[in-house]
């Protein structure tokens, strides 16, 4: 299908392989697909597609190409990604009709920027890039750099001073990415990106990026499919630089023109209380933007400059979904709730579930909704923060939610009667 690219603000359209990625006029750009096609013997297709053995087929991203773009087979690099599992879970635990969790976490390198990395990566390859480059505060580098090295080419990645969890650096590093870091925040690591891969002929694979975003809106497609078509109520997420909202919104909308369904689902964009200048757009109904500087536990979204701010607002009003904020120590207890169902998820991913109750008890969300949350990241890249939560070392969490282990001596009477104490357990 013809595909442009279209200012967001202006609506002047240009060539797909157009250098940068604002528009003259610096409102973003998004992927627009010109025809107007009737996709909806499509369901069976890509329902179909899962028979086959071949990576693209296999693919959660590729499945789907008619809605991501339509590249030939040689041309995509893949593992394949974007099989992950919707789980189905006790509704008691936001008391609503049914929930669910799509669990993100389970993509190849631990969080969903693969799905926008497989179709930014076999772009930069078919426009002839040697070097792609991002800003990260981790799960982008992490999948850039995998991606990268699958496609041989070199990739730089700038991440902020500290506040990098450890599993997201060690992928990162180990996976080859060239890796410099910024004295200062993810905004700054972002600004100095952005500066130098307009200089350089160097592919930049932030969520700036149109195709990049063009990968994500499957999360929704294969949601959506995973539910046979029976769209929720509420699909609930966390905001960081915003491009998943931006994507959520501009597929939901593609699928209502389209004829997929009839009604979007609300989006919850959920922000962490020091991290959350979306909510504060939001409270003042989008009448004002202001950046602010931020710090949470959830580094995944310590984001105070979102670059898809004009894209993301538009996903709110389009859905009529809604913006919340939440404490460090909301999330921390949301985590923690998700870790013991046996799921886990990293901090920032557990913003959707604590997001979800404080909507719930506003009754904003209701007793006899659907609600999807979609859990963003794996919980092995942030193993310190669930240490340090159940070692008891974050104020403010009761001792009877913590699981540290117990040191005993090696002596069969000391064993024994510790074993006895865990059996008694209620
Ligand atoms: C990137 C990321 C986010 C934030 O997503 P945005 O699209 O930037 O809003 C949230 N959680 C995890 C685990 C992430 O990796
Ligand atoms: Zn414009």
């Not at 350089?200 to 063009?214: F, G, T």
């Not at 670059?307 to 923690?336: C, P, W």
């Not at 209701?366 to 923060?385: A, C």
Request: proline share 4%; with cysteine.
């Amino acid at each position: 299908m013809k595909r442009v690219l279209r200012c967001v603000r202006c609506k002047k359209e240009y060539q797909l392989n157009k250098q940068g990625y604002t528009c003259e006029c610096g409102g973003l750009l998004e992927v627009k697909i010109k025809e107007r096609a009737d996709l909806t013997h499509l369901k069976n297709t890509w329902r179909n597609r899962r028979l086959s053995n071949k990576a693209i087929d296999q693919s959660g991203v590729w499945r789907y190409k008619e809605f991501v773009f339509d590249f030939n087979e040689e041309e995509i690099v893949t593992f394949p990604e974007g099989n992950t599992n919707l789980y189905e879970l006790p509704e008691n635990l936001l008391d609503v009709r049914k929930l669910f969790a799509k669990h993100e976490g389970e993509n190849p390198t631990g969080s969903f920027k693969d799905r926008g990395m497989t179709v930014g990566i076999s772009f930069a390859k078919k426009l002839g890039y040697k070097t792609v480059m991002c800003a990260s505060t981790g799960n982008t580098s992490s999948s850039m750099a995998a991606y990268a090295s699958r496609a041989g080419l070199k990739s730089i990645v700038f991440i902020p001073e500290g506040k990098i969890a450890y599993g997201k650096l060690s992928q990162t590093l180990a996976y080859g990415a060239k890796t410099i870091q910024i004295k200062g925040d993810f905004d700054d690591a972002m600004k100095a990106a952005r500066n130098i891969a307009q200089d350089y002929k160097i592919y930049l694979l932030n969520s700036i990026n149109p195709i990049r975003l063009e990968g994500q809106k499957t999360i929704v497609l294969q949601l959506l499919d995973q539910l046979n078509w029976e769209v929720p109520d509420w699909i609930v997420l966390p905001g960081g630089n915003l491009g998943n909202t931006s994507a959520f919104g501009k597929v939901l909308k593609e699928l209502k023109e389209f004829g997929f369904i009839e009604k979007a689902p609300c989006l919850a964009v959920i922000q962490a209380e020091n991290a959350n200048p979306f909510y504060r757009a939001f409270k003042t109904s989008f009448k004002e933007f202001a950046p602010v500087k931020a710090e949470t536990v959830a580094t995944a979204i310590r984001i105070g400059n979102p670059v898809n701010y004009e894209k993301a607002l538009k996903s709110i009003q389009f859905t009529h979904g809604v913006v919340e904020e939440v404490s460090d120590r909301e999330i921390l207890l949301s985590k923690m709730e998700i870790d013991s169902l046996g799921i886990g998820c990293e901090p920032a991913s557990a913003a959707s579930l604590a997001g979800a109750k404080k909507l719930r008890e506003k009754g904003i969300i209701k007793q006899e909704d659907t609600v999807v949350l979609i859990l963003t990241g794996n919980i092995l890249k942030d193993p310190d923060t669930t240490i340090n939560f159940h070692l008891g070392n974050i104020q403010g969490i009761p001792e009877s939610l913590l699981n540290a282990p117990t040191l005993i001596k090696n002596r069969q009477d000391d064993i024994r009667k510790e074993i006895e104490r865990i059996l008694e357990e209620v």
